[in-house]
C-alpha cells in the first residue's frame, strides 16, 4: 500500500505539536506520526490527545506497521480510550 485509501478525503490543517508534560509541567513537541515522547525534563510518557484514524480505520494495523500500531494501542490504554 503506497498511501492510505482515505487519505485524498481528509482536509489537513495545522496539528497540534506542543503538549504540556502532566508531571512537571515542561511543554514538549510531539510530531506525527509519533503518538508519545519521553519528557526530557522528568522523563515521563507524554502522550498525544488525538482521535485518529486508527480509532476506526480497518486497515489500521496494516497501515501503521505492527510496531506503530502496538505503540499507538499503550497510548489509548494510557489515556484510558
Given at each position: ?77 494510557h489515556?484510558?480510550?
Amino acid at each position: 500500500m503506497d498511501k492510505c485509501p482515505g487519505q485524498d478525503n481528509i482536509i489537513k490543517g495545522p496539528e497540534d505539536i506542543e503538549f504540556t508534560c502532566f508531571k512537571c509541567g515542561k511543554i514538549v513537541e510531539i510530531w506525527p506520526p509519533s503518538l508519545r515522547v519521553e519528557c526530557p525534563g522528568c522523563g515521563a510518557w507524554v502522550y498525544r490527545e488525538m482521535q485518529d484514524c486508527a480509532d476506526w480505520c480497518p486497515m489500521a494495523r496494516e497501515c501503521l506497521g505492527e510496531e506503530k500500531y502496538k505503540e499507538w494501542q499503550e497510548s489509548k490504554k494510557h489515556e484510558g480510550g
